[in-house]
């Protein structure tokens, strides 16, 4: 795996689209695809251990009963998981994507994904299926050092987006690394901060006309970052917004929630995360 974009699917209604926003994004960064499929343990055994409850001399027969359909839904979700690779490597060969690597792993997708190198970006869906990737969905937000791309339930070809910009140091970085690169070419650029420093948002403006994208720029105030933002997005057809993840410390999340997670919750755009 040499610097892949892992797109995660499960087999809910929305693999399609993560398939998608793979092939879309692999595109602009000019990277190879690894899809990764879980297995993950399930908490709730196919049937009831009911060893407790019989004679000793039946025990033993139960065990090895219950063992054996434990083994055949292993092999079920392992068969299903395969087919569910191998659709979505001909959905990705269909948008030009060629060499995508099918990895399937057993554990929890967060614990995979923290033992994964050379991990370039992450593809995921907001909602999982049965065993939902969903539910992990903050947790691996914040153990990732790497961006993650969070689908949602239509795909979207992107042309518009947005950049919510603190002025902080890490999104400083991320801009000038966005800005050096291919990602933000052909596409309009919407350069928003809500309250914080215009100077600092001067500064990001400079950056980006001199990468010479197309780009638009607002300033708005408004007591809620998050609201603030989604308003923008849904009044400017945004597609598509890029925005640092989990930037405050954790005392402060604590008191006044996550940013993060407001916008996990609320935004009905995909969000591209960066740390």
């Known amino acids: 795996m040499n610097d892949a974009i892992i797109c995660c699917v499960d087999g809910s209604e929305s693999t399609n689209v993560i398939c998608e926003y793979a092939a879309w994004i692999a595109e602009k960064l000019n990277a190879p695809i690894t899809l990764l499929h879980v297995i993950e343990k399930d908490e709730h055994p196919a049937i009831s251990d009911l060893t407790g409850n019989i004679g000793i001399d039946s025990k033993e027969y139960v065990t090895e009963a219950l063992v054996k ?31 995508v690597q099918l990895l399937q792993k057993h554990g929890t997708l967060k614990d995979i994904l923290a033992d994964l190198e050379n991990i370039r970006l992450i593809v995921m869906g907001r909602r999982g299926s049965e065993h939902v990737v969903g539910s992990q969905l903050e ?50 650029c919407h350069l928003v901060m809500v309250k914080g420093d215009a100077v600092a948002l001067q500064t990001a403006q400079n950056i980006l006309q001199k990468a010479q994208v197309t780009l638009k720029v607002q300033h708005l105030n408004d007591s809620s970052v998050t609201d603030a933002l989604c308003k923008y997005a849904d009044d400017n057809a945004i597609d598509l917004t890029i925005m640092g993840a989990y930037g405050h410390s954790r005392l402060r999340n604590f008191f006044i929630g996550s940013h993060t997670t407001e916008m996990l919750m609320k935004s009905r755009q995909p969000l591209l995360m960066f740390f």
């Open 69 to 99: 359909v434990e083994g055949e839904r292993s092999r079920q979700m392992m068969t299903q998981g395969k087919a569910i690779l191998a659709e979505c490597a001909a959905l990705l060969e269909k948008r030009g994507c060629s060499d």
């Open 139 to 188: 947790d691996i937000i914040r153990l990732q050092k790497k961006p993650v791309l969070v689908a949602t339930e239509c795909f979207k070809m992107p042309s518009q987006i947005m950049i919510s910009y603190d002025g902080s140091e890490a999104s400083y970085k991320s801009l000038t690394h966005l800005a050096d690169g291919s990602f933000l070419k052909g596409l309009t």
